[in-house]
DNA sequence: GGTTGACCTGGAGTGCGCTCCAGGTGGGAG
DNA sequence: CTCCCACCTGGAGCGCACTCCAGGTCAACC
């Protein structure tokens, strides 16, 4: 099982070395593994945990409701339906989002016909 | 040409009236009439604006870029071309966050899925 | 063995977009 | 006439999500 450096991990999940400290201090990323340096090693778990916030963040997702995930996912497999209560939750934030944008962005495309028909 | 009071837009923007005042202040919005005492009494054209700083607003506009635009909607008919260049980038972005949301989407629906297995 | 550079910590600072507050004015309802 | 309520101003404060900083440790390469 092979380990990853922070800076392997920036790489990879386009977080900044920043941004996984502090999610980690705030509890959003459980402990990470420290070699005999005290510097961190990631996890492949780690990895696929951050590709999951990742998905959560750039679809809007609060830090705080985050946070409620990462502690239902930690409490063990009794929280699945809670997960998934959770999840469909977001999905339908998200559904509203897309909906929300592809309204205004025929306000958009209408107001750009009505600048060329002047022009 | 009928007017507004603040009470009546806010009710019609869905903004509150410290934020109208907040855009006045920073010239997203031009300066509003004024009656005798000093209360501001939007136009239809006021209404007009906000409309589109709703829509800009919600399809992740910065402030900074509606305040260029503005800028240009002010300087007159020849900043046309420079508003539809403006709004054509936007639109890209737009584009780009609802390609990207539907993308996500389909991860959130995956790990849906896989709970739903798990169970 | 010296220097470089990746990493560490705790804590302060930043940027955005509001939101709230204190203290005050003016006009309409009872 | 008095009360209330909508509105006014300038300026401070807030919540979120980072981001930066000072000061330090360790390992590895020349």
């Known amino acids: 099982m092979s380990v990853y450096t922070p800076a392997e991990v920036v790489e990879e999940t386009g977080f900044s070395l920043d941004t996984l400290r502090y999610y980690e201090k705030i509890g959003l990323l459980a402990p990470v593994d420290r070699n005999a340096a005290g510097q961190r090693r990631f996890s492949e778990e780690d990895l696929g945990w951050l590709g999951t916030i990742r998905c959560l963040r750039d679809t809007g ?11 239902l996912v930690r409490a063990g497999d009794h929280t699945i339906p809670d997960r998934i209560a959770l999840l469909e939750e977001h999905d339908t934030r998200v559904r509203g989002q897309i909906d929300n944008l592809i309204e205004r962005q025929r306000y958009i495309h209408s107001k750009i016909s009505y600048y060329r028909s002047v022009l």
Chains 1, 2 share one sequence.
């Open 61 to 71: 997702m609060p830090i705080a409701q985050m946070l409620r995930f990462a502690e």
